[in-house]
């Protein structure tokens, strides 16, 4: 007869919390890579293979000082060990090479630059000068559209 036990305790709790944050960790670091992998992509195909190898390098002097460090780390393989540490690193770089251009894209939108109309006049003539920038966001150039417009039905004549 056979007799089986569930575990229980706070041992098989840190067990399921180590479990259970690890699995939201991965599940971040992809997200993070399928942020990325656009971005990467369009720069060229070269860059996600580079990172990788980057990644596996810097994985190397990472996993050695953990083991050193991590007693309990140094029962598992330390080929697995490299393994996980190169993926998740892969994953993450991926992600922090294109948050710039993320972050570039969401200021751009969220915060679009304000460009001066300057005018000059000596009297009889005036001259309106629009503010022009060659990167903004929708809404600056529907509203350099709009004052345009506005001066056309105002009587200017407008040069570009």
């Given at each position: 007869m056979t007799v089986t036990t569930t575990p229980t305790g706070?041992?098989?709790a840190r067990s399921t919390l180590r479990i259970r944050l690890a699995t939201l960790l991965w599940a971040a670091l992809v997200l993070c890579w399928l942020a990325g992998l656009p971005?990467?992509?369009s720069a060229t195909w070269l860059l996600p293979p580079a990172l990788l190898a980057l990644s596996a390098l810097i994985?190397?002097?990472?996993v050695w000082t953990w083991r050193r460090l991590w007693r309990a780390s140094r029962a598992r393989p330390w080929l697995g060990s490299w393994l996980r540490a190169s993926v998740g690193g892969w994953l993450m770089l991926c992600g922090l090479v294109a948050a710039p251009v993320y972050w570039i894209a969401i200021t751009t939108e969220t915060?679009?630059?304000?460009v001066p109309t300057i005018?000059?006049?000596?009297?009889?003539?005036?001259?309106?000068?629009?503010?022009?920038?060659?990167?903004?966001?929708e809404r600056f150039f529907q509203a350099v559209v709009y004052d345009l417009e506005k001066a056309l039905a105002d009587?200017?004549?407008l040069a570009y």
């Open positions: 706070s041992g098989h971005v990467l992509l994985a190397v002097p990472l915060r679009p630059a304000i005018t000059l006049s000596n009297g009889p003539r005036t001259v309106v000068l629009q503010g022009m920038q060659h990167v903004g966001s009587g200017y004549v």
